[in-house]
């Protein structure tokens, strides 16, 4: 290495606790110093803008355009990112070169010890389509409205008493060494695609810094988020498209791929799992969601642009 790396990533204290752990890794890696990677904090209109829907404002690259900005003007040489946030088409001149290994791909409900305890007609925060389809799929008596903000906020607004109850990612409390909340298993929640995974990107020519990374990518997860986000593109999913999908490598090297489309109310759902070798991922992701699309009934299918 030339010179001192510079990390982009949001300034959120979730983002900047993957920032840490990433330049963590890098060092240990590589046997630099302590502060050898150095961090550049961008703060995104999806921070700036708290009182509305995501797909109200331009969708997640509301969580990655001024890291962009940075990393293909020079300002950085490597932005992380919590890789659900990521809009699963990226511009060609970036590319995600390393995962650090994934934590854990479960929700955890707050505010209640369980869905089937929430009051009934119980008011429940969240921004997250798939989310609120699963929710109303069990529960669809209990009134869902946008909640938006980082970690702290929604915690917050529970205690408050602003919502009975939300959703926030296991992997991100325990990030954060916040142990509230109740996981939800994902056979009742599957989770986004690329939940609980902190994506490592870079520049496509810079192969320097790829090479770097390369010694800190977490192969088991590469694969399974390779596979779920070719899901993602596959279905053509935005903002407003309810899909989940969760792919894990199995004991002999195989991936097994699950994934659900839902109706908004989650009153309508089609589902379907894949399995594929090493090599594979990709297009296994893509072949699963163009058969969840052919077998999606129209109510979930008019979600999605694939369709």
């Known amino acids: 290495m030339t010179a001192p790396l510079t ?19 890098l060092e240990e890696a590589h046997g630099w110093d302590r502060g050898t990677v150095s961090i550049f904090e961008v703060r995104t209109t999806g921070d700036r803008v708290q009182d509305r829907a995501l797909a109200e404002i331009g969708g997640k690259a509301l969580w990655t355009k001024e890291l962009d900005v940075a990393l293909l003007g020079g300002a950085t040489q490597l932005s992380v990112h919590s890789c659900k946030d990521v809009e699963s088409e990226r511009p060609p001149e970036l590319v995600i070169a390393a995962f650090l290994p994934r934590a854990d791909v479960r929700d955890r409900l707050i505010g209640s010890p369980s869905i089937e305890a929430l009051a009934q007609g119980a008011r429940v925060g969240t921004s997250s389509p798939r ?42 409390l325990d990030r954060l060494g916040i142990d509230e909340g109740c996981a939800v298993e994902t056979d009742a929640f599957l989770p986004a695609p690329g939940q609980a995974a902190i994506a490592i990107e870079c520049r496509a020519d810079d192969g320097e810094t790829r090479a770097l990374l390369a010694a800190i990518d977490h192969r088991d997860t590469h694969r399974a988020v390779l596979a779920e986000r070719a899901l993602a593109r596959g279905v053509g999913g935005s903002c407003h498209s309810p899909v989940a999908a ?26 379907g799992e894949i399995r594929a070798g090493e090599g594979d991922e990709e297009a296994a992701g893509l072949a699963l969601a163009a058969e969840l699309l052919d077998r999606a009934p129209p109510e979930v299918r008019m979600l999605f642009a694939a369709a």
Do not use: C
């Open 131 to 172: 989310r609120t389809a699963q929710l109303l799929r069990q529960r669809p008596d209990l009134q869902v409205s946008i909640m938006r903000g980082n970690v702290a906020t929604r915690l917050l607004k529970i205690a408050e008493g602003s919502y009975d109850a939300t959703f926030l990612a296991a992997a991100g």
């Open 246 to 271: 969760l792919a894990v490598i199995e004991g002999d090297g195989g991936l097994w791929l699950r994934a659900e489309l839902l109706s908004s109310d989650g009153a309508q759902q089609v589902q």
């Open 7 to 25: 990390l982009g990533t949001r300034a959120s204290p979730l983002a900047l606790a993957q920032a840490h752990a990433t330049a963590a890794a």
